[in-house]
């Protein structure tokens, strides 16, 4: 299973960025998926995860929600992450996951390599 993330990058506070991450070797649309980021000194954090399937159902972290958005396309195997009002604080090295459960955010079966996000004030 590979899960390689993209999109991210160095931009100003206030701005936004869309991540994706292609998964590969897995049945995608069967598959809860996530994002988790870690800043330098932090303890990794939990941000959003979106149901198998339809991803009719989400959920977020209290640090992102109603900035950041999680989203699926099961016909091209990527998750997406809309991140907009970036801040400073936002700055971290983002990493998709596949396997974990909406209700359990902290336990996945699978990780992929991050994409650094930097946010500038």
């Known amino acids: 299973v590979q899960l390689q993330a993209s999109g991210g990058g160095l931009v100003q506070a206030g701005a936004y960025l869309r991540l994706s991450c292609a998964a590969s070797g897995l049945t995608f649309s069967n598959y809860n998926m996530g994002w988790l980021r870690q800043a330098p000194g932090k303890e990794r954090e939990f941000l959003a995860a979106?149901?198998?399937?339809?991803?009719?159902?989400?959920r977020y972290g209290d640090s992102v929600r109603g900035r950041f958005t999680i989203s699926r396309d099961n016909a091209k195997n990527t998750v997406y992450l809309q991140m907009n009002s970036l801040k400073p604080e936002d700055t971290a090295v983002y990493s998709c996951?596949?396997?974990?459960?909406?209700?359990?955010?902290?336990?996945?079966?699978?990780w992929g390599q991050g994409t650094q996000v930097t946010v500038s004030s």
């Open positions: 979106i149901k198998w399937g339809a991803g009719d159902s989400t």
């Open positions: 996951v596949a396997g974990g459960s909406l209700a359990n955010t902290k336990t996945w079966t699978y």
